[in-house]
């Protein structure tokens, strides 16, 4: 496929898109029936399904019975930790093996044209992005992800929270299962404006951030304090009338998910004409610029709301560029105003 008819190319090399990106239509001014329901179609497909699509998938074939769930006991914990990883295993390495390794598809639609491999650093783990982000994602990051899906099966199983029954309550799972990625939205953003605050940076979130060219096993490499607040999110589902399917569907929307925001391409050819759009922009430029872009993808349009969205053109570029001003000349105010005396 030609990128440049979708976008384009610096000198540097580096590709951005031509449409900025957009809050959810219902959040504009003026949208008509066919934008929302186009919106609609790309909201379900192909990521969110695929998601609910596995959580199907586990519950029928991978939760054991409940009585099992009952008892907290290594040996379904480890099977659940077995088959994450596989899972991750399986489709973050696809990703990376195909568009990382083979490079099918060289730069096009690559934001950062440099790929990982090209830049070794002293920040990561044997100098090695990926091999960085690879251990960090399976020996720290796979293991609090099953252990959080742990708990909440046994707490399911033991009747702790408020879990309610497909049979008397499908409209509002039904609800809730549509609004699972709006409960992602508000969790992310909250916990992302937490470790961004200067001393939770420094000591936890800059282990993420140290891949500013993130690619797909950036998606879980964190710091453990990262993790454990990262997959917190499903714990919501002890507090509001959930079921087990739903929370896993959760639960692969932010484990399998994490790859989305960093695939590092805007599209992801599958053949000569064909493409799946990554929905990886908004999360790129916040690996890029840092404080812009907390949230997702403008679902629930929090960083638009707060002044940290950052539409890909330049007049957000110019807009982030005053923000940040702004910002050192409040720094060196205050730094004047401490100052002592002469």
């Known amino acids: 496929m030609d990128d440049l008819l979708y976008g384009t190319r610096d000198k540097r090399g580096d590709w951005k898109p031509n449409a900025p990106l957009e809050v959810a239509p219902f959040w504009r001014r003026a949208f008509d029936a066919r934008t929302l ?35 907290l006991s290594w040996g379904w914990g480890l099977w659940l930790l077995l088959v994450n990883s596989a899972g991750i295993f399986a489709m973050y390495g696809a990703v ?19 790929f ?18 690879f251990l960090r994602s ?32 499908w409209p509002w799972l039904v609800a809730l299962t549509l609004l699972v990625p709006a409960i992602h939205e508000l969790h992310f953003f909250a916990i992302h404006r937490l470790i961004h605050t200067p001393t939770l940076y420094k000591w936890i979130h800059s282990v993420h951030h140290n891949s500013i060219n993130p ?25 509001i009338p959930s079921h087990p399917v739903v929370m896993l569907f959760n639960s692969h929307a932010v484990g399998y998910g994490a790859i989305n925001g960093h695939i590092g391409f805007d599209k992801l050819e599958v ?21 812009v872009n907390y949230g997702a993808d403008g679902l629930v349009p929090l960083d638009k709301w707060f002044g940290t969205w950052h539409d890909g053109t330049k007049d957000a570029d110019e807009q982030m560029k005053a923000r940040f001003r702004a910002k050192k000349e409040r720094a060196r105010a205050r730094k004047a105003g401490a100052a002592p005396a002469e």
């Open 116 to 133: 990982p491999a090209e830049n070794p650093s002293d920040v990561f783990w044997f100098k090695s992005q990926n091999l960085d982000n």
């Open 271 to 291: 053949s000569d004409d064909a493409a799946i759009d990554s929905h990886a922009y908004a999360h790129y430029l916040h690996h890029k610029y840092f404080e």
């Open 37 to 71: 329901g186009h919106w609609f179609i790309g909201y379900l497909w192909p990521w969110n399904a695929f998601h609910m699509a596995t959580a199907l998938l586990y519950w029928f074939f991978i939760i054991p019975d409940v009585e099992t769930l009952r008892s």
């Open 138 to 169: 399976f020996l720290i990051g796979i293991p609090i992800w099953t252990l959080t899906e742990v708990l909440m099966l046994w707490a399911w199983a033991n009747t702790w929270g408020n879990w309610v029954d497909w049979s008397t309550h």
């Open 96 to 114: 990376e093996l195909f568009y990382y390794v083979k490079r099918r598809q060289e730069t096009r639609f690559k934001f950062n044209h440099r």
């Open 215 to 239: 690619s797909p096993w950036s998606s879980l490499s964190m710091h453990p304090v990262e993790h454990v607040l990262y997959f917190a999110e499903i714990v919501w589902h002890l507090l």
